[in-house]
Antibody, heavy 119, light 112 residues
Framework: EVQLVESGGALVQPGGSLRLSCAAS????????IHWVRQAPGKGLVWVSD????????TYADSVRGRFTISRDSAKNTIYLEMNNLTGDDTAVYFC????????????WGQGTLVTVSS | DVVLTQTPLSTPVTLGQPASISCRSS???????????LSWLQQRPGQPPRLLIY???NRFSGVPDRFSGSGAGTDFTLKISRVEAEDVAVYYC?????????FGQGTKLEIK
Protein backbone atom coordinates (compact mmCIF):
# COMPACT_ATOMS: atom_id res chain seq x y z
CA GLU A 1 0.00 0.00 0.00
CA VAL A 2 1.35 3.40 -0.98
CA GLN A 3 1.72 5.63 2.07
CA LEU A 4 3.04 9.14 2.50
CA VAL A 5 3.32 10.54 6.02
CA GLU A 6 4.18 14.18 6.61
CA SER A 7 5.56 15.54 9.87
CA GLY A 8 7.31 18.59 11.24
CA GLY A 9 4.54 21.17 11.08
CA ALA A 10 4.48 23.66 13.93
CA LEU A 11 3.82 27.22 15.05
CA VAL A 12 6.80 29.37 14.09
CA GLN A 13 7.49 33.09 14.30
CA PRO A 14 7.87 35.27 11.21
CA GLY A 15 11.41 35.03 9.91
CA GLY A 16 11.82 31.60 11.45
CA SER A 17 12.68 28.24 9.92
CA LEU A 18 11.15 24.78 9.86
CA ARG A 19 11.88 21.42 8.27
CA LEU A 20 9.08 19.21 7.05
CA SER A 21 9.46 15.50 6.37
CA CYS A 22 7.59 13.16 4.04
CA ALA A 23 8.18 9.48 4.75
CA ALA A 24 7.26 7.22 1.86
CA SER A 25 6.47 3.51 1.90
CA UNK A 26 4.80 0.86 -0.22
CA UNK A 27 6.60 1.74 -3.44
CA UNK A 28 10.07 2.08 -4.91
CA UNK A 29 10.98 5.53 -3.67
CA UNK A 30 13.91 6.02 -6.02
CA UNK A 31 11.69 5.68 -9.10
CA UNK A 32 9.21 8.46 -8.36
CA UNK A 33 8.99 12.20 -7.99
CA ILE A 34 7.67 13.50 -4.68
CA HIS A 35 5.85 16.82 -4.70
CA TRP A 36 5.00 19.34 -1.98
CA VAL A 37 1.67 21.12 -2.33
CA ARG A 38 0.27 23.57 0.20
CA GLN A 39 -3.17 24.81 1.10
CA ALA A 40 -3.71 27.97 3.10
CA PRO A 41 -6.70 27.86 5.50
CA GLY A 42 -9.92 27.88 3.49
CA LYS A 43 -8.05 28.30 0.20
CA GLY A 44 -7.07 26.21 -2.79
CA LEU A 45 -4.10 24.02 -3.64
CA VAL A 46 -0.75 25.50 -4.62
CA TRP A 47 2.19 23.48 -5.90
CA VAL A 48 5.44 24.26 -4.03
CA SER A 49 8.29 22.02 -5.11
CA ASP A 50 9.26 18.58 -6.31
CA UNK A 51 12.22 16.25 -6.44
CA UNK A 52 12.99 12.84 -7.88
CA UNK A 53 13.48 10.14 -5.24
CA UNK A 54 16.57 9.02 -7.09
CA UNK A 55 18.05 12.49 -6.82
CA UNK A 56 17.86 15.57 -8.98
CA UNK A 57 14.91 16.90 -10.93
CA UNK A 58 14.37 19.70 -8.43
CA THR A 59 11.98 22.55 -9.16
CA TYR A 60 10.43 25.27 -7.02
CA ALA A 61 7.52 27.65 -7.26
CA ASP A 62 8.63 31.28 -7.67
CA SER A 63 7.05 32.16 -4.32
CA VAL A 64 9.44 29.90 -2.38
CA ARG A 65 12.57 29.76 -4.54
CA GLY A 66 15.58 30.93 -2.53
CA ARG A 67 13.80 30.36 0.79
CA PHE A 68 12.80 26.67 0.60
CA THR A 69 15.09 23.73 -0.11
CA ILE A 70 13.94 20.24 -0.98
CA SER A 71 16.20 17.26 -0.29
CA ARG A 72 16.03 13.53 0.25
CA ASP A 73 17.42 10.71 2.36
CA SER A 74 17.17 7.64 0.18
CA ALA A 75 18.09 5.33 3.06
CA LYS A 76 15.01 6.55 4.92
CA ASN A 77 12.77 6.92 1.85
CA THR A 78 12.11 10.45 3.03
CA ILE A 79 11.83 13.81 1.30
CA TYR A 80 12.43 17.00 3.28
CA LEU A 81 11.34 20.58 2.80
CA GLU A 82 13.57 23.06 4.59
CA MET A 83 11.73 26.37 4.92
CA ASN A 84 13.53 29.59 5.88
CA ASN A 85 12.54 33.23 6.32
CA LEU A 86 8.91 32.24 6.82
CA THR A 87 6.09 34.77 6.53
CA GLY A 88 2.37 34.69 7.23
CA ASP A 89 1.78 33.82 3.58
CA ASP A 90 3.47 30.49 4.20
CA THR A 91 0.81 29.48 6.73
CA ALA A 92 -0.80 26.38 5.26
CA VAL A 93 -1.28 22.66 5.42
CA TYR A 94 1.62 21.13 3.52
CA PHE A 95 0.88 17.92 1.65
CA CYS A 96 3.37 15.64 0.00
CA UNK A 97 2.17 13.67 -3.00
CA UNK A 98 3.67 11.03 -5.24
CA UNK A 99 4.40 11.88 -8.82
CA UNK A 100 3.26 9.45 -11.43
CA UNK A 101 5.03 7.24 -13.94
CA UNK A 102 3.73 6.94 -17.47
CA UNK A 103 1.93 10.25 -17.27
CA UNK A 104 2.51 13.60 -15.63
CA UNK A 105 0.70 14.41 -12.41
CA UNK A 106 0.33 13.17 -8.85
CA UNK A 107 -1.59 10.17 -7.61
CA UNK A 108 -1.30 9.44 -3.86
CA TRP A 109 -1.35 12.15 -1.19
CA GLY A 110 -0.37 12.27 2.46
CA GLN A 111 -2.64 13.61 5.19
CA GLY A 112 -0.72 16.88 5.46
CA THR A 113 1.05 18.80 8.22
CA LEU A 114 0.07 22.28 9.42
CA VAL A 115 2.55 25.15 9.42
CA THR A 116 1.44 28.31 11.18
CA VAL A 117 3.59 31.43 10.94
CA SER A 118 2.58 33.92 13.59
CA SER A 119 4.04 35.99 16.40
CA ASP B 1 2.12 30.26 -15.18
CA VAL B 2 -0.85 28.42 -16.65
CA VAL B 3 -4.11 29.66 -15.18
CA LEU B 4 -6.94 27.19 -14.77
CA THR B 5 -10.39 28.72 -14.39
CA GLN B 6 -13.15 26.54 -12.99
CA THR B 7 -16.86 27.19 -13.31
CA PRO B 8 -19.03 27.24 -11.38
CA LEU B 9 -17.29 27.91 -8.06
CA SER B 10 -20.22 26.35 -6.24
CA THR B 11 -22.86 23.95 -7.44
CA PRO B 12 -25.88 22.76 -5.45
CA VAL B 13 -27.11 19.44 -6.79
CA THR B 14 -30.06 17.20 -5.91
CA LEU B 15 -29.15 13.66 -4.92
CA GLY B 16 -29.34 11.36 -7.91
CA GLN B 17 -29.02 14.21 -10.39
CA PRO B 18 -26.00 14.91 -12.61
CA ALA B 19 -23.33 17.51 -11.98
CA SER B 20 -20.84 19.12 -14.32
CA ILE B 21 -17.75 21.23 -13.63
CA SER B 22 -15.76 23.08 -16.27
CA CYS B 23 -12.04 23.84 -16.29
CA ARG B 24 -10.57 26.22 -18.86
CA SER B 25 -6.83 26.65 -19.32
CA SER B 26 -5.00 29.81 -20.37
CA UNK B 27 -2.76 27.68 -22.61
CA UNK B 28 -2.98 24.40 -24.45
CA UNK B 29 -2.29 21.46 -22.15
CA UNK B 30 -1.02 19.17 -24.90
CA UNK B 31 2.45 18.00 -23.90
CA UNK B 32 5.34 17.18 -26.22
CA UNK B 33 4.50 13.48 -25.82
CA UNK B 34 1.10 14.13 -27.39
CA UNK B 35 -0.76 13.56 -24.14
CA UNK B 36 -2.81 16.11 -22.22
CA UNK B 37 -1.87 16.03 -18.56
CA LEU B 38 -5.05 17.35 -16.99
CA SER B 39 -6.29 15.69 -13.80
CA TRP B 40 -9.30 16.05 -11.54
CA LEU B 41 -9.02 15.80 -7.77
CA GLN B 42 -11.66 15.49 -5.05
CA GLN B 43 -11.14 16.93 -1.58
CA ARG B 44 -13.73 15.97 0.99
CA PRO B 45 -13.99 18.12 4.13
CA GLY B 46 -11.00 17.61 6.39
CA GLN B 47 -9.34 15.19 3.99
CA PRO B 48 -6.37 15.40 1.63
CA PRO B 49 -7.04 15.54 -2.09
CA ARG B 50 -7.78 12.30 -3.91
CA LEU B 51 -7.07 11.64 -7.57
CA LEU B 52 -10.20 10.92 -9.61
CA ILE B 53 -9.28 11.39 -13.27
CA TYR B 54 -5.95 11.63 -15.07
CA UNK B 55 -5.00 12.47 -18.66
CA UNK B 56 -8.40 14.11 -19.16
CA UNK B 57 -10.58 11.02 -19.15
CA ASN B 58 -8.93 8.10 -17.35
CA ARG B 59 -10.47 7.03 -14.05
CA PHE B 60 -7.95 6.28 -11.33
CA SER B 61 -8.01 3.03 -9.42
CA GLY B 62 -11.10 2.63 -7.24
CA VAL B 63 -12.98 5.63 -8.64
CA PRO B 64 -16.67 4.94 -9.28
CA ASP B 65 -17.75 4.96 -12.91
CA ARG B 66 -20.27 7.73 -12.26
CA PHE B 67 -17.25 10.07 -12.55
CA SER B 68 -16.09 10.89 -16.06
CA GLY B 69 -13.79 13.43 -17.65
CA SER B 70 -13.69 14.87 -21.13
CA GLY B 71 -12.22 17.69 -23.14
CA ALA B 72 -9.23 18.66 -25.21
CA GLY B 73 -6.74 21.48 -25.69
CA THR B 74 -7.88 24.15 -23.24
CA ASP B 75 -11.41 23.12 -22.26
CA PHE B 76 -12.21 20.25 -19.92
CA THR B 77 -15.20 18.92 -18.01
CA LEU B 78 -15.76 16.66 -15.02
CA LYS B 79 -19.16 15.03 -14.89
CA ILE B 80 -20.85 13.07 -12.15
CA SER B 81 -23.73 11.09 -13.63
CA ARG B 82 -25.74 10.69 -10.41
CA VAL B 83 -24.59 12.60 -7.37
CA GLU B 84 -24.41 10.73 -4.08
CA ALA B 85 -24.08 12.14 -0.56
CA GLU B 86 -20.42 11.06 -0.39
CA ASP B 87 -19.64 13.30 -3.39
CA VAL B 88 -19.92 16.43 -1.25
CA ALA B 89 -16.46 17.90 -1.68
CA VAL B 90 -14.37 20.51 -3.43
CA TYR B 91 -13.22 19.46 -6.88
CA TYR B 92 -10.00 20.75 -8.45
CA CYS B 93 -8.57 20.45 -11.91
CA UNK B 94 -4.79 20.29 -12.09
CA UNK B 95 -2.42 20.60 -15.02
CA UNK B 96 1.01 18.96 -15.08
CA UNK B 97 1.87 19.71 -18.69
CA UNK B 98 3.65 22.92 -17.82
CA UNK B 99 5.97 23.84 -14.96
CA UNK B 100 4.90 24.91 -12.41
CA UNK B 101 1.98 22.56 -12.03
CA UNK B 102 -1.14 24.60 -11.32
CA PHE B 103 -4.62 24.03 -9.95
CA GLY B 104 -8.02 25.52 -10.58
CA GLN B 105 -9.64 27.52 -7.77
CA GLY B 106 -11.88 24.63 -6.80
CA THR B 107 -15.60 23.98 -7.16
CA LYS B 108 -17.66 23.21 -4.09
CA LEU B 109 -20.35 20.60 -4.66
CA GLU B 110 -23.21 20.73 -2.19
CA ILE B 111 -26.43 18.83 -1.87
CA LYS B 112 -29.52 20.89 -2.60
Amino acid sequence: EVQLVESGGALVQPGGSLRLSCAASGFSFSNYYIHWVRQAPGKGLVWVSDMHGGGGGITYADSVRGRFTISRDSAKNTIYLEMNNLTGDDTAVYFCARGTTGWRGVDYWGQGTLVTVSS
Amino acid sequence: DVVLTQTPLSTPVTLGQPASISCRSSQSLVYSDGNTHLSWLQQRPGQPPRLLIYKVSNRFSGVPDRFSGSGAGTDFTLKISRVEAEDVAVYYCMQATHIPHTFGQGTKLEIK
